[in-house]
């Protein structure tokens, strides 16, 4: 049983893999499932692309433009580089207007990343 499923191109920034909404404890991951997951999880192991997501996430307007949130102590190229990281998992969307690129959390994948390591209550 796979708890992962691949989001069609067409649908998604990239070939972004968002999990389903069971959580991981709910089945054994296929070996595939676990190689998609755990890219999900790699794009976010870095503390700088964190720092990047989480000031898209919380932007007020619910989207940043990139002169907005490229102030976290590394170089533009450096911070072009980790936002195409995000981006290519599928966590980030990004629109281009004039000279300057507006990002958005792909509205799918959060959840559905908190929603695989969700623990069941216990009684």
């Known amino acids: 049983m796979s708890n992962l499923s691949t989001v069609p191109p067409e649908e998604a920034a990239g070939n972004a893999v968002v999990p389903c909404c069971s959580p991981i404890i709910a089945a054994e991951l296929s070996a595939l499932d ?17 720092r990047l997501l989480s000031r898209v996430a919380s932007h007020p307007a619910g989207e940043a433009c990139v002169c907005d949130i490229a102030d976290v102590g590394v170089s533009q190229p450096t911070v072009s580089h980790h936002l195409k990281k995000l981006r290519e998992a599928g966590l980030l969307t990004s629109q281009r207007r004039r000279t300057w690129v507006y990002y958005r959390i792909a509205p799918e994948v959060l959840p559905a990343l908190a929603a695989v390591l969700v623990l069941p209550a216990r009684i």
């Open 34 to 50: 676990a190689e998609k997951l755990a890219a999900l999880f790699k794009a976010l192991s870095d503390p700088i692309r964190l």
